[in-house]
């Protein structure tokens, strides 16, 4: 079983800087997608950036330009760095992974617990 833990979350002032990091662990499985979601108190969960096994990385317009998705293929692991926070970016932030176990089984999607950012004076 696969399993993915988030980390890095926290207070922070405006136009801090925090990363955020979403590790994989167990055995045998392909990530072919990782995610980066936030929840902001009385909002829909809403998509904050995907990157592909191959790198390609889409964000939000409302995070283009501060916030950067990448990913360590050898760690299993996303970040996702944000610059220039601002009070609206205070959410909970979740990661999913669209992976694979093994090589016959069928590709499924794989929750974080999420992790709290906080942006504050």
């Known amino acids: 079983q696969v399993l993915l833990l988030e980390s890095g979350g926290g207070l922070v002032q405006p136009v801090g800087s925090l990363r955020l990091s979403c590790a994989a662990s167990g055995s045998h499985f392909s990530i072919y997608i990782m995610r980066w979601y936030r929840h902001a108190p009385g909002k829909q969960r809403v998509l904050v950036a995907h990157?592909?096994?191959?790198?390609?990385?889409n964000h939000a317009d409302s995070v283009n330009g501060r916030f950067t998705i990448s990913r360590d293929n050898t760690k299993n692991t996303a970040y996702l760095q944000m610059n220039n926070l601002k009070p609206e970016d205070t959410a909970g932030y979740s990661c999913?992974?669209?992976?694979?176990?093994?090589?016959?089984?069928?590709?499924?999607?794989?929750w974080g617990q999420g992790t709290r950012v906080t942006v504050s004076t």
């Open positions: 990157i592909v096994s191959g790198g390609s990385t």
């Open positions: 999913n992974a669209f992976l694979q176990e093994g090589v016959t089984t069928t590709p499924t999607t794989v």
